[in-house]
């Protein structure tokens, strides 16, 4: 079993950053991918960025060269620095993990890029 919590949301202005912190804790040795997603009410769960455990990143278009993921394996820990903040990031941001064959969630914590 693997627990999530996220931390580092919060109200940003249009145009700032904020870093958000995902720790994964439980009776783990080594975590495949790690990611974050977003979702907006009544919408559905998008990928945001992933990195492998090899370091390969993946990113959604609408935010590269914005955002950019990282993970410290030995802390068991993925960040996702996020800049030039716009008002369509406001969303709530789930950290995913995957571990072995199953995938675990956190709670979410949300941004809000006001304008």
């Known amino acids: 079993q693997v627990q999530l919590v996220e931390s580092g949301g919060g109200l940003v202005q249009a145009g700032g950053s904020l870093r958000l912190s995902c720790a994964a804790s439980g009776s783990i040795s080594r975590i495949n991918t790690m990611g974050w997603y977003r979702q907006a009410p009544g919408k559905q769960r998008e990928l945001v960025a992933t990195m492998t455990s090899g370091g390969s990143t993946n990113y959604a278009d609408s935010v590269k060269g914005r955002f950019t993921i990282s993970r410290d394996n030995a802390k068991n820990m993925v960040y996702l620095q996020m800049r030039s903040l716009k008002p369509e990031d406001t969303d709530v941001y789930y950290c995913?993990?995957?571990?072995?064959?199953?995938?675990?969630w956190g709670q979410g914590t949300q941004v809000t890029v006001s304008s």
């Open positions: 995913n993990v995957n571990y072995g064959s199953q995938y675990y």
